[in-house]
């Protein structure tokens, strides 16, 4: 039997409990070991009010990580909500082979005009993995229609993370996801993370981008002609723990990538949407005063529809659009599914579109943003904390191994709970990427929940435990 979560009696611990049982159940969880539900059960959650979430006992919670980073404007904005009511009573789904709709349409314009026309041609999904998907079987087609297909192989960087789906993981280099399934992918080319924490005494970000775009150089030079194109998440390495490299990585790459006709892709799945400081973060690749970069092809998902349907999208440039066009019909992209330019989540990230335009919210975040950095800055002085960093609307810090301890991601996870924080680190990088709605009060109010939450789990770390115990991080993907 369906029971609606409104009919519940808030403030019931009872109806807590009887959730958690149902959960664990009848549902599997994602990126979760359900053997540990038992000890660390789901937190149900009736109903989410902008930066909040509240559960059946009474009990709210900030959504410290934006709900796996696709929350930008808050739960119920009420914008969104009657842009959707709008759209539900009009046309809630078509399918988009043989058809069109007027919220596709127009996403796919404004899109294209965000990017000064030179990315468009818009191919919708649903989720991050299978974006990453039909970027790389565009590159791989694209290259074959124009006869070299022998350009059949990826580059990918070594911690990146770009979904679960066979070809996504295959250019993901996170063990915990990929090792089990490693006998079903296909071989891509692993070269260097351009994260800054590698910096040797007296290296800058950019000497550690500087290595890494050799590294890149010396493959390209022995493998070009074999390669299709080289996938990156621009600016931040989300899953390898908010690890920031520094834009002269992406102006190399698009160098190399262009001397070498090689694609570029740029997953910008977590990192696009204003996440680090403009809404596409291969905007920052171009220096001052220079022309605009930008990659062959653009993946979104996540914020694009502000945390409400599942929505995911390619751009990419008409050149690449254009080998496509044959009578053959095989020569044309036929992937798709039925969802494919759901209308109903098209008008999601048109509402969204509009609350930046509306709102200014890239200026808003660039003037808030200081008051969460200035709030955290004693993590500076802390001798427990490593690699204080932040961009845009993102801050992270790694805690040292050896003070740690064993399980710390899961321990700082349930501390924040009894904090009102819902939070869930990366191994042992806490990091906070909250919806766009910080003011000064809740700035300061997030920073004390973190900096309390971490006293208390330091505080709880289990005896014996050794510096090197949480190398298998719960990672915080989707």
Known sequence: MLINPTSQVLGSTDAQA???????DNVWHPCTQMQRLGTVPPLPIARGEGVWLHDYAG???FDANSSWWVNLFGHADARINAALREQLETLPHVMLAGCTHASA???AERLRAMTGGVLGHVFYASDGASAVEIALKMSFHAWRNLGRSDKREFVCLRQGYHGETLGALAVTDVAVFRDA???LLM??????SPDARQALPGESAADVAARALADVRALFEARHEHIAAVIVEPLVQCAAGMALHDAAYLRGLRALCDAFDVHLIADEIA???GRTGSFFAFEQAALPGEAPL??????????ISGGYLPLSLVLTRDAIYEVFLDDDVARGFLHSHSYTGNALACRAALAVLDRFAEDDVLARNRATAPLLSAALAPLGDDARIEHLRHTGMIWAFDVRADVAGERFAERFHLAGRDNGLLIRPIGRTVY???PYLLDAELAQWLATQTLTTLEQTLANRPRNSRPDADRSPEPATA
């Not at 930008?294 to 914020?303: A, H, I, N, Y």
């Open 187 to 192: 071989r891509a080319h692993l070269v260097m």
């Open 181 to 183: 399934y490693d006998p």
């Open 271 to 273: 990192v696009g949407c």
């Open 432 to 434: 906070l990427m909250p």
């Open 105 to 107: 349409v127009e996403l």
């Open 294 to 303: 930008w990659p062959d092809f653009v993946c979104l998902s996540k914020g």
């Open 59 to 61: 009990t709210r919670y």
């Open 18 to 24: 009887a959730w958690q049982r149902r959960s664990i």
